[in-house]
């Protein structure tokens, strides 16, 4: 049952009213993707009558109903392509639009929270960022700048320790020193085990 | 353990078995559809398909269609699974379920059709399909309605004299299950039995006449 009637009664309005336009919409259209399109949104609101029951079941019910969305989706999108004869197989079949746009500003989010974080847990978010860079764009692989800076990191998370061990009283500099060290070495670590293609010379 | 509330819909309950608060029963009158579902589903997946011959207007000539393997393969699959959709639709239990196994049946009425490459029934069942995807609102729609005004989507709750449906996600849900199995009306539109392959084709209109006896029973009972 509903806890509150009166707000779920103007919910179900405001949907109703949704699902009056997006259908004359439907209706006024004649162009045909976009009417496949219009689909999708009256699916939405659908979606969204589900979810003013507000309750657990209610939230059970919207994982279905979206599955049954999509699918209806994607075989309507099937039908479209084959009636309109726009078929054309891609040339490389792991090369999707978005991994031409996104990935510089993704490896600029995942490595600006991977320093914030800093230590293990922000090398790995970073080098995440770096490998789907990589990944996207290409690589060639000519790894010995990042073997090299690598190294020196680890080298620098070893200093850090000898700071604990030797001048405790600069323990800030050593947590500091360490956890930036850990952060490029673990994020160049991934880097390199990620893009790794076999090529003859490495 | 189970009884149902009514007897005079839906005739004497024969079997009935229950998941928590679904239950999923079989009365004299369900039975019967879910035999005739079981018929035709094994006639789908045992008959060969129909060749669909043209005769050239004005002379002798006539030619046979073929139909390719895969289209063939594809094609049995996807009857198959309508008969299945059309099964689960037939005993289940809970109005949420229904809706589920109703949509379906609306994608794989699609599919059946799909694989053709003739352009009047792509372009049929490409407007069966924008009319069964839009009837998924009221659909599910019906469905959220119950279930927040009675508390329970389970039909053998909602059978009961104690709770009361609205007119409203009755209506919803009717106009719901003609949009999804929509063939019977839409089939005035005739192009979509272009397509050849008869077991696979009949499926489409079992499935729909199936799914309205069975909604029949349940807005009835409600």
Known sequence: ?202 | MFELPTTEIGGDLLYATGFGDIVEYFTVYTTLLLVFAVVFTLLAVFARPERQVDIAFGGDAFYTKDIQKDDLRFQRFIAIACGIATMGALISGDVFNFTLFCAMIGITNIGIVASYRNKYVLETAYEYGIVAMTATVPLFGAAAIILATTGTLSMWVLFTEAVTVPLIAKILLLVGVMGEGMAPFFIGKAEITRAPGAPYVLMIHVSSLLIFLRVVEILLSM
């Open chain 1, 1 to 202: 049952m509903i806890p509150d009637v009166s707000l779920y009664m103007v919910g179900i309005g405001v949907a109703f009213v949704c699902i009056i336009i997006s259908f004359i919409a439907l209706v006024r259209e004649t162009e045909d993707l976009h009417r496949l399109l219009l689909t999708d949104l009256t699916e939405i609101i659908c979606l969204v009558i589900i979810a003013l029951v507000g309750t657990d079941l209610a939230e059970a019910l919207i994982l279905p109903g979206i599955v049954v969305g999509l699918a209806e989706l994607l075989a309507l999108s099937e039908v479209y392509l084959r009636k309109e004869g726009a078929y054309r197989l891609p040339k490389d079949t792991f090369h999707i639009e978005i991994m031409d746009s996104a990935p510089l500003i993704l490896v600029v989010v995942l490595v600006g929270y991977g320093i914030i974080l800093s230590g293990f847990t922000g090398g790995v978010v970073a080098g995440v960022g770096v490998v789907f860079y990589f990944m996207c764009q290409g690589s060639e692989e000519r790894f010995e700048l990042i073997e090299t800076i690598s190294g020196y990191a680890w080298a620098l998370w070893i200093v850090a320790f000898f700071v604990f061990m030797v001048l405790p009283q600069y323990w800030f500099f050593g947590v500091m020193l360490a956890g930036s060290a850990i952060l490029v070495k673990v994020m160049a670590k991934m880097a390199l085990v990620g893009v790794m293609g076999g090529e003859s010379d490495v």
